[in-house]
């Protein structure tokens, strides 16, 4: 690695998230055609049942002694408490049916509508919408409000660019206001080795795409590093002999690079701090 990420020097820089797959289509829910409610007897049909059926008990036990109640006059006595008690019975039997039948009962989802999940199960599987990224980004626009991630990716290729076009050149001046120190002097130092060699670097075809992976605030400065990925046309040539000492002239080289960007924390321009491959 050319030049200093700061504290994140040691630390292998972050690679591009993957994007999310496409959660499937909902089902198509068909919804149910409504059932005709269920015929309910009238609330006088159970007591008048149960008269009855006390009535026809009452005969076959009283049978016999008929001519004695009728005497006195209390013939139907016997057939309505009877009566009355056939309902009494039947009554709380069915009450105690029911209340034994409520603690099974589940209250079920309408057609077509899914169960709410529990607050527990909400909790661990809701994804978290914050990232280290989101959270440096907030802190740099703590002090440049407009700053924007997605704006300043046009500023990374064009420095790209300009940085390997002084590979051929040679002219490092050119890139002092948009490097760091410590940076620009790892570039002179590889400018006087390969004009010691008399190697010459040519590059062409530049096509890449950068996408911010980092961002944080330290110290007081502005810390921005993105992944470049693409591809580019790049050989070295002995300058003397002409012959082909690295690369090729046919065949595009694969870009994956790291390049990170400083400032003081504010309103200030960007420099080019370091160049790490991946």
Same mark, same amino acid.
């Given at each position: 690695m050319l030049?200093s990420?700061?504290l994140?020097s040691?630390a292998?820089?972050?690679r591009p998230?993957?994007?999310?797959?496409?959660?499937?289509?909902?089902?198509v829910v068909?919804?149910?055609a409504?059932?005709?409610?269920?015929?309910?007897s009238?609330?006088?049909?159970?007591?008048?049942?149960?008269v009855?059926a006390g009535?026809l008990?009452s005969i076959?036990?009283?049978?016999?002694f008929?001519?004695e109640l009728?005497?006195?006059?209390?013939?139907l006595?016997?057939h309505?408490?009877?009566?009355?008690a056939v309902v009494v019975?039947?009554?709380i039997?069915?009450?105690?049916?029911v209340a034994l039948?409520?603690p099974?009962?589940?209250p079920m989802?309408?057609p077509?509508v899914?169960?709410a999940?529990?607050?527990e199960?909400?909790?661990? #599987?809701?994804p978290?919408?914050?990232?280290?990224? #989101?959270e !440096?980004?907030s802190d740099i626009?703590r002090m440049d409000?407009?700053f924007d991630?997605?704006?300043?990716?046009?500023?990374?290729e064009m420095?790209f660019?300009?940085t390997?076009?002084v590979? =051929?050149?040679? #002219?490092?001046? %050119?890139?002092?206001?948009?490097?760091?120190?410590?940076?620009y002097?790892?570039l002179?130092?590889?400018r006087?080795?390969a004009a %010691?060699?008399r190697?010459?670097?040519?590059?062409?075809?530049?096509?890449i795409?950068?996408e911010?992976?980092e961002?944080?605030?330290e110290? !007081?400065?502005?810390?921005?590093?993105?992944?470049?990925?693409?591809s580019m046309?790049a050989?070295?040539? #002995?300058?003397?002999?002409g012959?082909?000492?690295? !690369?090729s002239?046919?065949?595009l080289?694969?870009?994956?690079?790291?390049w990170?960007?400083t400032?003081?924390g504010?309103?200030?321009?960007? =420099?080019?701090s370091?160049?790490?491959t991946?």
């Amino acid at each position: 690695m050319l030049g200093s990420r700061g504290l994140r020097s040691h630390a292998a820089p972050a690679r591009p998230v993957s994007a999310r797959p496409e959660p499937p289509p909902a089902p198509v829910v068909v919804p149910r055609a409504p059932q005709p409610p269920a015929r309910r007897s009238p609330a006088w049909v159970g007591p008048l049942a149960g008269v009855a059926a006390g009535w026809l008990i009452s005969i076959a036990l009283f049978r016999g002694f008929r001519p004695e109640l009728e005497a006195t006059g209390l013939g139907l006595l016997p057939h309505v408490l009877l009566g009355v008690a056939v309902v009494v019975f039947l009554t709380i039997l069915r009450r105690r049916r029911v209340a034994l039948a409520l603690p099974a009962r589940r209250p079920m989802p309408a057609p077509g509508v899914l169960p709410a999940p529990s607050a527990e199960a909400t909790a661990t #599987d809701r994804p978290s919408d914050g990232s280290s990224l #989101d959270e !440096g980004v907030s802190d740099i626009r703590r002090m440049d409000p407009k700053f924007d991630p997605a704006r300043f990716l046009g500023y990374i290729e064009m420095v790209f660019r300009a940085t390997h076009r002084v590979r =051929m050149s040679r #002219d490092v001046a %050119s890139l002092r206001d948009r490097v760091t120190p410590e940076l620009y002097g790892e570039l002179q130092a590889q400018r006087d080795r390969a004009a %010691s060699l008399r190697h010459g670097s040519h590059v062409e075809q530049i096509e890449i795409r950068a996408e911010v992976t980092e961002a944080w605030h330290e110290h !007081g400065r502005d810390y921005v590093t993105a992944f470049i990925d693409g591809s580019m046309l790049a050989y070295t040539v #002995d300058e003397v002999t002409g012959a082909l000492v690295a !690369g090729s002239k046919t065949v595009l080289e694969k870009v994956e690079a790291f390049w990170t960007f400083t400032r003081p924390g504010g309103l200030n321009p960007w =420099m080019l701090s370091a160049i790490q491959t991946s």
